[in-house]
């Protein structure tokens, strides 16, 4: 990878994106995560390739839920940031495909970034750190920041431009081959399976509910909606959300008041 492939302007804005990426979840929410980082990090990129309605454009395209292990997040605003200048360049790109290949990135890339940094680094930092501070060491949380925050530094700030380098020589690749609309159908449903496993892990709900027809029969209603399907309640619940926020306009906040009401109320009657 050489500088030289980049312009003065392209260096510019990948290290205002490396430096705005530090803030990426420090307006972190729960209806979208790090969205409004990612945002932040990539704009200098979409102010330099839109004007008017089209920067508002590409501002609502990267505003959308965002999160994965923090050193891999250039990687994919690198890799989004080169898929905005082709499509401010060609009239046929197509805008699905942006968010198609962020959502499909998001999880792998966590589950590699969170087993290095998470499962590793900080397991050896931890454990240096400690033995300095056993041994009265002053500098025992020093050496476990250094150890740990270095590696996430250089990662973070070469993983900008090998997203963004990269994301060049790949897009010109796939539409020359042609394979461009491939691409995005494969990049959606692993997006999809992602939003998926997502769902099944951050929802839970299990009832207490039991039917009893005579002392020696009783109908465990949460058994019964297992074997019908498992975390079939949390997908309709999630599925019933979405179409209020996107079809009936429904905010976040409003959903997020009547899932507290609908809980309270379940919880008061001992269904869950």
Partial sequence: MSKNQLTKQEE???????WRSFTLFSSFGYANHGATGFLYSVLPF??????GEELKEAMDRNIVWFNTTHPFSTFIMGLVSSMEKENSEN?????????????????????IGDSI???????????????????GNVL???????????????????????????????????????????????????????????TVSFISFNTSLEIVFS??????????LDQLFVGLIP???????????????????????VTIVICLILSFIGVV
């Fill in 12 to 18: 510019k804005n990948i290290n205002k994106m490396f």
């Fill in 46 to 51: 979409l102010e330099e390739y839109y004007e």
């Fill in 91 to 111: 009239p046929d790109f197509d805008t699905d495909s942006i968010n198609a290949v962020k959502t499909s990135l998001m999880g792998p890339l966590a589950g």
């Fill in 117 to 135: 940094f998470w499962g590793i680094i900080r397991i050896i930092a931890a454990g240096i750190a400690i033995g300095l501070g056993m041994q």
């Fill in 140 to 198: 025992a949380p020093i050496v476990f920041i250094l150890i740990y925050n270095i590696p996430s530094v250089l990662l973070r700030y070469y993983n900008a431009r090998i997203g963004y380098l990269l994301g060049s020589t790949y897009l010109e690749k796939v539409y020359e081959s042609g394979l461009i609309h491939i691409l995005t159908k494969a990049a959606s449903s692993l997006g999809l399976f992602m939003i998926g496993a997502m």
């Fill in 215 to 224: 002392p020696e029969n009783t109908m465990v209603v949460q058994d019964v």
């Fill in 235 to 257: 997908l309709v619940y999630t599925l019933g959300s979405h179409y209020l926020m996107s079809k009936k306009k429904w905010s976040f906040n409003r959903v997020l008041v």
